[in-house]
């Protein structure tokens, strides 16, 4: 697997398309963070870790809202071929402020609001909205 990013986002768009109540994902601390995230700023309910040793694996429980998606779209930005960076003056704004851009910085993976907020900038993983 070259991007394993990319294949943690279309495994959450899949499950979320076909309604499905969780979905697993493979154990790496970037996509820890990254589900993390996504549980911080409402798009899904949990993100557990489940396993041990080299057989981790995260949990991702999705979250609906009657019959609509709270996670309506993810799209991965930069990709192993074509890495994408935005200084702090650059971050992109996710359909005006109602999605969030997830960016890897110095400082660890944040939202783009807290890359403004802590005034650091770096590589734009997604946007998710």
Request: net charge positive; glycine share 8%.
């Amino acid at each position: 697997m070259n991007d394993p990013i990319s294949d943690m986002l279309t495994r959450i768009r899949n499950a979320n398309d076909a309604r499905h109540d969780t979905v697993d994902v493979p154990y790496s601390k970037v996509k820890k963070a990254i589900a993390d995230i996504l549980v911080a700023e409402g798009f899904v309910a949990s993100a557990d870790t489940l396993g041990e040793g080299t057989h981790k694996t995260i949990r991702i429980t999705l979250k609906y809202e009657g019959k609509t998606k709270v996670l309506q779209g993810l799209k991965r930005i930069s990709k192993p071929g074509l890495r994408i960076y935005a200084n702090v003056e650059e971050l992109p704004r996710v359909l005006n402020g109602l999605g969030i851009a997830i960016i890897s910085t110095s400082k660890g993976i944040m939202t783009d609001k807290e890359a403004r907020k802590q005034n650091v900038a770096g590589e734009v993983l997604a946007y998710i909205w």
